[in-house]
């Protein structure tokens, strides 16, 4: 595993500020770092993995060792096919961090040498939930706050429907 390769994996659903903030800092701290879409199909997403890559795409080309991929079997296996020794988890509130903690157990389980980094995000951004985006958006609030232009466009569009 090289240590200088580390992935966030996520459904992102949509794809928020959060998420962006985690992306911009961790990438600054490893060689290779990869954004996981999650395509689990009995996961209720208001986008396809193929829409979410996509839009995490244009969001992150200015990374240049950021990579984009969707991802449908165990985190662990994604970890040991691409080399990846670190899994950066964003973590948003203290509830966060109970979740995380016990998946990072099961990862460990799973592949002992892998390591879980626990990054908290700004904090300005701590209360949003892509989950709660998708609400607000469907009742008609006002989302730019906590997605890039980009990603509000999307959801209007894709409400529209």
Known sequence: MNKNYAMFPGTFDPPSFGHMDVIERAAKLYDKFYVVVGDNISKKTMFTADERC???????????????????????????????????RGIRAINDFENEFELALVYKQMLPELEILFMPTDSRLSMMRSSMIKEMALFGADISPFVPDLVCQEVKAKLMC
């Open 54 to 88: 996509n839009m995490l795409r244009k969001l992150v080309k200015h990374l240049d060792n950021v990579e984009v991929c969707t991802w449908s079997g165990a985190t662990v296996d994604f970890a040991k096919k691409n080399d990846v020794a670190v899994v950066v």
